[in-house]
């Protein structure tokens, strides 16, 4: 069944469709129809449910079809199975759905920079809003969309973010809530049928993470490389990925008034470089800083964007006469804005590099007990990729309210459905090919765990990133952590050489012993369980608590 052309039967029998409207008609139909508040600088605020507010992964499912169930691994938590059964209830209801609105909207987009590798998608939804944040992160359909090695396989998006699915229909199809209800909500992917419906959240970030994790999952079959990750170019037109999960620094890093700024948060590495998935930026507003992030703030707030229009902030605390508080957490910690890339100044428009030179793996450890800056051995970086550590922070998902440490491979498990070798080991290739520098970036807490230290402070970390990245750490000499096994640089320009070893941060050197030790233990746990036996002895000697 072709679910593609059934939707777009349903655009051909609808009487008030908008295909492909201008920006200035999505946000003029934002504004009428109350979806959001217009501020001084021209960008709208908007407010989700509480249900709303973060992703919500125990809600996202994969079609389970005999085409491609042998290269998705059912084994993740992040992959979900349902029935092509189920998946037809669903696609009839958002139709019917679709179909009882006054009006329509459908936008053409491409995710991809590199029209070589980009995937042409059509979101139909009844939310102007929804649809204007897809045309801030994707970009227009190229005129040479046929050198795509999608340019005959398109890709559907069915988005109805204020809807809800009928609990009792689908009591036993889909998850149970702790209340003993079935669950309202469900973003289902079917790769084969080349279809996804986001269907009764309005977190934006859940169309845009569909679209991501459906490129994942087809690029490696035609060599390329998917990233979880941010990029940025040098003078010297060499680029650098900062790999990491939400809230690790992604955004913030990669904005770098010394570098060129290809994206923030997906990209393809193929045989001619590096391109961004996207044409815009998702970043997260709490405790914004004007001082450590003007190129962000001024994106969005500085009067001089004031006819830079569609800016898209969700959950931020916004006041009746137009002012806002950044740091107020009372709606969520998870408070985001969209806009284009424009937006920023100091972008590279094509969004599309030469082969990096240096990465970059991002981690915010709420132990405290990782250097802030250590340089990775091929093999190191092998393992850290797959393990993919970090802590969960605060708002990025429901019902998490504050960091706990967790492993996510390749440092977006969620978004990464595929075989995990079929991304270890194109990355393996790629970097040996392109001789990479790799190194281990800790963008968390300093001087004791969370709740105890503080987190470490962004102008150092920018200092530490900056020297990685012009090569200035390549040569130091470094100390091996007794229990981390990273080489721990002994000096870097603009950081004091006492914080480079975060056990000299802790007043109790024997609770960052035993922290150390607690966390390496979760390291082996985790290898044991997901890795033991799959990859080289080499690189299994350099996990933590092996």
Known sequence: MDFGARARELLSNFVNVFENPSREKMIEDAVRNRECLTLASGALATWTPTDSTGRSPKDTYMVRRPESENKVDWTSDNCIPMTPETFEMIFQDAVNELGRRDRLYSVDRVVGADARCAMPVKTITYRSLSALFIDNMFRPVPNNLQQSIFAEKGFTLLSLPYSKLDSKKYDGRLRKLPNGKTSDIAIVIDYDKRIGIVYGTSYMGSMKKLLFTVMNFYLPDHGILPLHCSANEGADGRSALLLGLSGTGKTTLSADPERALLGDDEHSWDNNGVSNFEFGCYAKLINLNPQKEPEIYKAVFHADNYLKHGAIIENAMVFPDGTFDLNDQRLTENSRVGFPLSFLSNVKESSVSS??????????????????????????????????????????????????????????????????????????????????????????????????????????????????????????????????????????????????????????????????????????????????GKVSANIAAQCPGK
């Open 355 to 532: 082969h990096p030179t240096t990465i970059l793996f991002l981690t915010a450890d709420a132990y405290g007990v990782l250097p802030p800056v250590a340089r990775l051995t091929p093999d190191q970086a092998m393992l850290w990729f797959m393990m993919g550590y970090t802590s969960k922070l605060a708002g990025t998902e429901m019902g998490v309210t504050e960091p706990s440490a967790t492993f996510s491979r390749f440092f977006g498990g969620p978004f990464m459905p595929r075989n995990p070798s079929d991304y270890a080991d194109l990355l393996g290739q790629k970097m040996k090919q392109h001789n990479v520098s790799v190194y281990l970036v800790n963008t968390g807490w300093s001087g004791g765990a969370y709740g105890l230290g503080k987190r470490m402070d962004i102008n150092l970390t920018r200092a530490m990133v900056r020297a990685a990245l012009n090569g200035s750490l390549k040569d130091v000499s470094v100390v091996e952590d007794p229990v981390f096994k990273v080489g721990i640089p002994t000096a870097c320009p603009g950081v004091p050489s006492e914080v480079l070893n975060p056990e000299n941060t802790w007043t109790d050197k024997a609770a960052f012993k035993e922290t150390a030790k607690k966390l390496s233990a979760k390291f082996a746990t985790h290898f044991d369980k997901a890795f033991a």
